[in-house]
Nanobody, 122 residues
Framework: VYLEESGGASVHSGESLRLSCVAS????????MGWFRQAPGKEREFVAS????????YYSDSVKGRFTISRDTAKNTIYLQMNSLKSDDTGVYYC????????????????WGQGTQVTVSS
């Protein structure tokens, strides 16, 4: 699977941003997809995942209520709508795939994208 992220930018606290990830190379409905992020000097962490059918969704506690993950099967694309951004949300955001959304929430990942930078300034 080849994953290409886009939508990263520099914004101010409280603003919104939407990330996109286009998948190619394998049937889009055969795997779960999600987002991870890595802040400078920190380990990569899980953000959100969505099952192949769109009915299983998981969020990290740090983004729950502010971020929304969704997928458009017709476009082979997932999105991460990020609202009420904080400086702690700064980092490189990576698109990922795994067999199940639940296992991705535990950190299991089969494929990674190259990442897109999100910078939130106060």
């Amino acid at each position: 699977v080849y994953l290409e992220e886009s939508g990263g930018a520099s914004v101010h606290s409280g603003e919104s941003l939407r990330l996109s990830c286009v998948a190619s190379g394998s049937p889009f409905t055969s795997y779960a997809m999600g987002w991870f992020r890595q802040a400078p000097g920190k380990e990569r962490e899980f953000v959100a995942s969505i099952g192949w059918g769109g009915d299983r969704i998981y969020y990290s506690d740090s983004v729950k209520g502010r971020f929304t993950i969704s997928r458009d099967t017709a476009k082979n694309t997932i999105y991460l709508q990020m609202n009420s951004l904080k400086s702690d949300d700064t980092g490189v955001y990576y698109c990922a795939t795994d067999r199940y959304a639940r296992t991705m929430a535990r950190g299991d990942v089969e494929s990674w994208g190259q990442g897109t930078q999100v910078t939130v300034s106060s």
